[in-house]
């Protein structure tokens, strides 16, 4: 029997995608039960109250946790977000409601072993309500007491050789697409890159010591299944230098109708035979592709990478041998001045796992140096970015302008001038200048 | 809201544990704070940084950035967890009665 009636939120168990009301009724039946005979640390209808605060939420419009909340664990500034109902008299089951990020594996592979002990834990000592995962990464547990937190920590730790993820002004936890563990297109080890930087950093990661948040992603190639450049403070996604390869007798096949373009992708439709000179070599960006005599032929000086032909005809063409990857700074969500993207701050540079990435560490170190000093209280390093200008970043980075760096030339002629670069200097006298120029 | 009471004074504070007003602050607040955050006895250092968290406040209305709080006292942020376990925010700053941390911790 539910605890509460929530007679709009049943209204969700209909339709056919699964229902996270369904999902909780059904935990929530579990714990009153209890078949296994678990020993709850927090209130066993924690679950049908969270049901009861949501309902109420649907019914007036309006949130029901109280604002912020300060718990942790001791050693970490962060980790933990907490969490506190505004009529805990109503739910008790929901007066302590905090949430617990824990580091994900990179590509989120996982072991059933694994989630069964993780569960175990979290049944015992939370509601048994999850988030898999939290946007930028991390198994996010959802829902438990403060005295909770210490005890979760320790057996996260000590039974599952599992840490905590980060929040607050800090770095937060790495992510990356599933790279080379089963795509084609990967062109560095994005999950190893991921996971070695995250290892290196775990200082920044538990103990808040920047201006505001940092975030580092992971994109194996430019398709951007991790959402590196909109979603990362520094975001890095693979590319090659060299030519695209490219098998003529796949092309042949592609054109022959043997193989299905884009691997299938658009088979729910009739889009008519596959035409490669509609579908790829007009579409291509640069128009740096030709389809003559049966032949490809493509300029790959001026290939931009952009991954169109190759997402098209995949078992013809594949990304080149000599690959590395490309750093991009500044993304955020608007506030406080607006959202930004990625801006190429290194167009290339080599993935190398012999010297543990030290070319890529030098650039997040020197990039920390610079934003750690000058970035002002909450201002993200996008915003610093802007504020002192991308020549700043790209100096303190120690990486050389480059014509890449912008989509165009600024056009407005305020341009600052460093003053050994000018001939003279700044310090002029205005006598001299009157010698010559009568007032 | 919780009050507590401790050695004759008595504290308004949050779910977190944080003082509700600033004015409450005693010395005896420190004592009471301690030992929930991890803390055996309240040293120099400790002292240190309490004293400029509250000048701080006091002068500025804000807490202070982590960067600025290492540059003044002295003390890497290592060190400052050191001191205080749970960290410059939760630890620290609790004990020196200022406002709880905000934003997206
Ligand atoms: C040989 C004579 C002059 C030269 C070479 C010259 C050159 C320039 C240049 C390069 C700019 C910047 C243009 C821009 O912002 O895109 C400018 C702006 C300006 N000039 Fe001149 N200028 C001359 C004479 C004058 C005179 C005689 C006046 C006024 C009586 C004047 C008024 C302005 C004003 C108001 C601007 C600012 C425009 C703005 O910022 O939108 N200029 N000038
Ligand atoms: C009520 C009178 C005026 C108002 C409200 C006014 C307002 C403005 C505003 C809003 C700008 C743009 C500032 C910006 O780019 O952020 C500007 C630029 C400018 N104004 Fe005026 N202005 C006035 C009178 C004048 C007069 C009398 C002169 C010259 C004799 C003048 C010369 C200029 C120049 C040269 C600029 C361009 C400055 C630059 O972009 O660096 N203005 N004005
Ligand atoms: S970002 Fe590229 S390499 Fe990574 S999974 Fe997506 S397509 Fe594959
Ligand atoms: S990767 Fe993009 S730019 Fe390069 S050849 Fe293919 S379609 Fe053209």
């Not at chain 1, 592609?254 to 729910?268: D, F, K, L, Q, S």
Request: proline content about 5%; some cysteine.
């Amino acid at each position: 029997m539910a605890k509460h009636k929530t007679p709009l939120l049943d209204q969700l168990e209909s339709g056919p995608w699964p229902s996270f009301v369904s999902d909780i009724k059904q935990e929530a039946a579990a714990r009153a039960k209890n078949e296994k005979g678990v020993q709850y640390q927090v209130a066993v209808d924690c679950p049908d109250d969270l049901l009861g605060v949501l309902e109420m939420s649907f019914t007036d419009g309006e949130t029901h946790w109280k604002h912020g909340g300060i718990v942790g664990v001791f050693g970490y500034g962060g980790g933990v977000i907490g969490r506190y109902c505004d009529q805990p008299q109503m739910f008790p089951g929901v007066a302590h409601f905090h949430t617990v990020r824990v580091a994900q594996p990179n590509g989120k592979w996982y072991s059933t072993e694994f989630l069964r002990s993780l569960m175990d834990i979290w049944d015992l000592r939370g509601s048994g309500l999850t988030n898999l995962h939290g946007a930028t990464g991390d198994i996010v547990l959802l829902g438990t007491s403060t005295p909770q937190l210490e005890e979760i920590f320790w057996e996260l730790t000590h039974n599952l050789n599992v840490d905590l993820g980060g929040s607050g002004s800090n770095l937060r936890t790495p992510a990356s697409c599933m790279g080379m563990s089963r795509c084609q297109y990967a062109c560095y080890d994005a999950q190893e890159l991921c996971y070695n930087l995250t290892q290196e950093y775990q200082d920044e990661l538990h103990r808040p010591a920047f201006p505001y948040k940092f975030k580092f992603k992971f994109d194996g190639c430019p398709n951007g299944c991790v959402a590196a450049i909109a979603r990362s403070d520094l975001g890095f996604l693979g590319t090659f230098k060299d030519p695209i390869k490219i098998n003529q007798e796949a092309v042949a096949a592609y054109v022959g109708g043997e193989i299905a373009p884009n691997a299938g992708a658009h088979a729910g439709r009739d889009w008519g035979k596959f035409d490669i000179q509609k579908e790829v070599v007009d579409l291509c960006p640069s128009k740096c592709i030709s389809y003559e005599g049966g032949k490809l032929i493509m300029d790959h000086k001026e290939c931009v990478r952009c991954m169109h032909c190759i997402n098209t005809m995949p078992q013809a063409l594949r990304i080149g041998d000599d690959r590395g990857v490309s750093i991009f700074c500044g993304a955020k969500a608007p506030i406080l001045d607006g959202p930004q993207m990625g801006s190429l701050l290194v167009p290339f540079v080599e993935v190398n796992k012999d010297d543990d990435y030290q070319a890529i560490k030098d650039i997040v170190e020197a990039v920390w140096d610079w934003w750690m000093e000058e970035g002002k209280n909450r201002e993200r390093i996008g915003e610093t970015m802007k504020r002192l200008g991308f020549a700043a970043l790209a100096e303190a980075a120690g990486v050389p302008i480059d014509a890449r760096q912008v989509q165009e030339p600024r056009h407005n002629p305020y341009i600052f001038w460093k003053a050994e670069d000018v001939e003279g200097g700044w310090e002029r006298d205005l006598a001299e200048f009157r010698k010559r120029h009568q007032r | 809201m919780a009050v507590v009471e401790f050695q004759g004074a008595t504290f308004e504070v949050d779910e977190d544990g944080f003082l509700q007003k600033f004015e409450d602050w005693t010395p005896a607040w420190v004592d009471f704070v301690k030992e929930s955050e991890g803390i055996k006895e309240i040293t120099e250092d400790h002292q240190k940084v309490i004293d400029f968290l509250q000048d701080y406040y006091k002068k500025n209305g804000i807490a202070p950035m982590v960067r600025i709080l290492s540059k003044v006292t002295g003390f890497k942020l290592k060190q400052i967890y050191e001191l205080f376990p749970s960290g410059p925010g939760k630890g620290a700053c609790k004990m020196a009665g200022l406002p709880k941390p905000t934003g997206c911790v």
